[in-house]
């Protein structure tokens, strides 16, 4: 539902399958460290979220880059692909590549031919940080929006991959994240109370003081939300109380009070004062609040959201911050089989000697990402690229 029927069911069902066993592998074989406890994300229907105690990625990334390096594997970084080769006979052979490329300047480097002797497999990520190529896709996204992501998520490796043939849909849905801190830069850190303490918890009020949304929808609905209100000129804040970080404290011990230290979320005694720091109507505020505690001893949100875990809010500290949202996810891309073969665009069957997964691929998400599926979507995905160009012809 979430995806609004864009997805394929096939890969949505395979990721599901063999989401535990990649989980169960990351812990075994890589040695990565998880936090205890769950979290639920938007648009999930139960508490499944799992963080690494790195807090991101990051926690992922390097146990792999660790484990290359004991196998005495060295990654390749600079280094741009120009041109994906593709022979007479419509097999990929290999890459054209500018060596020691300097981020952005394009021609930079020596070019240099690498031969596959097996396959070449793109896992390129998205392009959420190239302005003019996302505007061709949505031309609301302009660069009046910041990205989470780093400056090298462009385009050159959609379009090349385009231009050998692979099939591309859904380029067009790209997916902003509703709960980034107006404040920091990019992903920033402070996010994480946005959603998982007042996103949970919480609540979401313009400088109204009214809810305007199920703060535990998904993506796509929240920001879209939030995109409604600013342009009425409103600023939308996460207000939740102390009390409500504790599910988030018993993963991240610390994080809220060092959110409040660096200045990314205010904490104050009383509701009035949060309200002047926001410009919030704090009579509409506090009758917000009243009102969806008075929810939340019913059992039941006046506008859906899950509150079977959450407390009536009725002392504070309070807390609160800013959000904004920036440009995140590409949905669409590549379209592979299970096998995680190129298909091609005129015949509708594998390229040869070509595979991709992650965020360079389509499928999946449909018009929406659920938070924390990304990641699996790439370990599991990736894995089969892989194992698939091994056993390459």
Same mark, same amino acid.
């Given at each position: 539902?979430?995806?609004?029927?864009?997805?394929?069911?096939?890969?949505?069902?395979?990721?599901?399958?063999? @989401? !535990?066993?990649?989980?169960?592998? #990351?812990?075994?074989?890589?040695? *990565?460290?998880?936090?205890?406890?769950?979290?639920m994300?938007?648009?999930?229907?139960?508490?499944?979220?799992? #963080?690494?105690?790195?807090?991101?990625?990051a926690?992922?990334?390097?146990?792999?880059? &660790?484990?290359?390096?004991?196998?005495?594997v060295?990654?390749?970084?600079?280094? $741009?692909?120009?041109?994906?080769v593709?022979?007479?006979?419509?097999?990929?052979?290999?890459?054209?590549?500018? +060596?020691?490329?300097r981020?952005?300047?394009?021609?930079?480097?020596?070019?240099?031919?690498?031969?596959?002797?097996?396959?070449?497999?793109l896992?390129?990520?998205? $392009?959420?940080?190239?302005?003019?190529?996302?505007?061709?896709?949505?031309?609301?996204?302009?660069d009046?929006?910041q990205?989470?992501?780093?400056?090298?998520?462009?385009s +050159?490796?959609?379009?090349?991959?385009?231009?050998?043939?692979?099939?591309?849909?859904?380029?067009?849905?790209?997916?902003?994240?509703?709960?980034?801190?107006a404040?920091?830069k990019?992903?920033?850190?402070?996010?994480?109370?946005?959603?998982?303490?007042?996103?949970?918890?919480? *609540?979401? *009020?313009?400088?109204?003081?009214?809810?305007?949304?199920?703060?535990?929808?998904?993506? !796509?609905?929240? &920001?879209?939300?939030?995109?409604?209100?600013?342009?009425k000129?409103?600023?939308?804040?996460?207000?939740?109380?102390?009390? @409500?970080?504790?599910?988030?404290?018993?993963?991240?011990?610390? $994080?809220?009070? !060092?959110c409040?230290?660096?200045?990314?979320?205010?904490?104050?005694d009383?509701?009035?004062?949060i309200?002047? @720091? $926001?410009?919030i109507?704090?009579?509409?505020?506090?009758?917000?609040?009243e009102?969806?505690?008075?929810?939340?001893?019913?059992?039941?949100?006046?506008?859906?959201?899950?509150?079977?875990?959450?407390?009536?809010? #009725?002392?504070?500290?309070?807390?609160?911050?800013?959000?904004?949202?920036?440009?995140?996810?590409?949905?669409?891309?590549?379209?592979?089989?299970?096998?995680?073969?190129?298909?091609?665009?005129? #015949?509708?069957?594998?390229?040869?000697?070509?595979?991709?997964?992650?965020?360079?691929?389509?499928?999946?998400?449909?018009?929406?990402?659920?938070?924390?599926?990304?990641?699996?979507?790439?370990?599991?995905?990736?894995? *089969?690229?892989?194992?698939?160009?091994?056993? @390459?012809?």
């Amino acid at each position: 539902m979430n995806g609004l029927y864009l997805n394929d069911p096939g890969k949505v069902r395979f990721l599901a399958q063999h @989401a !535990k066993s990649n989980y169960v592998w #990351t812990v075994n074989e890589l040695k *990565v460290e998880w936090v205890d406890g769950i979290g639920m994300e938007g648009g999930h229907s139960h508490p499944r979220s799992h #963080t690494t105690k790195q807090g991101s990625g990051a926690g992922i990334v390097t146990k792999q880059l &660790a484990r290359l390096q004991e196998m005495g594997v060295k990654p390749r970084t600079r280094c $741009f692909v120009d041109e994906i080769v593709r022979d007479a006979s419509g097999r990929v052979r290999g890459l054209k590549v500018y +060596e020691g490329y300097r981020f952005p300047k394009f021609g930079t480097g020596r070019v240099k031919y690498i031969e596959a002797k097996k396959a070449v497999i793109l896992c390129h990520g998205g $392009f959420s940080a190239d302005v003019a190529y996302r505007m061709l896709q949505d031309p609301k996204l302009t660069d009046k929006f910041q990205t989470t992501n780093q400056p090298g998520a462009t385009s +050159e490796l959609w379009r090349e991959a385009s231009r050998i043939g692979a099939l591309e849909v859904q380029n067009d849905w790209i997916q902003c994240t509703p709960w980034n801190n107006a404040i920091e830069k990019g992903m920033g850190v402070s996010w994480s109370f946005a959603q998982y303490v007042a996103g949970e918890f919480g *609540v979401w *009020v313009t400088t109204k003081g009214e809810r305007f949304v199920n703060e535990n929808a998904n993506r !796509k609905v929240r &920001a879209d939300a939030i995109l409604v209100e600013q342009g009425k000129g409103l600023r939308c804040i996460a207000v939740a109380n102390l009390a @409500a970080g504790a599910a988030l404290a018993e993963r991240r011990p610390g $994080f809220v009070e !060092k959110c409040v230290k660096d200045g990314l979320v205010k904490q104050s005694d009383t509701l009035e004062a949060i309200a002047s @720091a $926001f410009g919030i109507d704090a009579a509409a505020l506090k009758k917000t609040i009243e009102t969806y505690n008075e929810g939340v001893k019913a059992g039941k949100d006046a506008l859906g959201k899950d509150v079977s875990r959450v407390k009536p809010m #009725t002392e504070g500290p309070w807390l609160a911050m800013e959000m904004s949202p920036r440009i995140h996810h590409c949905m669409g891309g590549i379209v592979t089989n299970l096998r995680c073969e190129v298909i091609d665009v005129k #015949t509708l069957k594998p390229i040869p000697g070509l595979y991709a997964a992650g965020e360079a691929t389509s499928g999946v998400h449909g018009a929406v990402r659920m938070g924390t599926n990304a990641i699996f979507d790439c370990l599991v995905f990736e894995r *089969v690229a892989g194992l698939s160009a091994v056993k @390459a012809a």
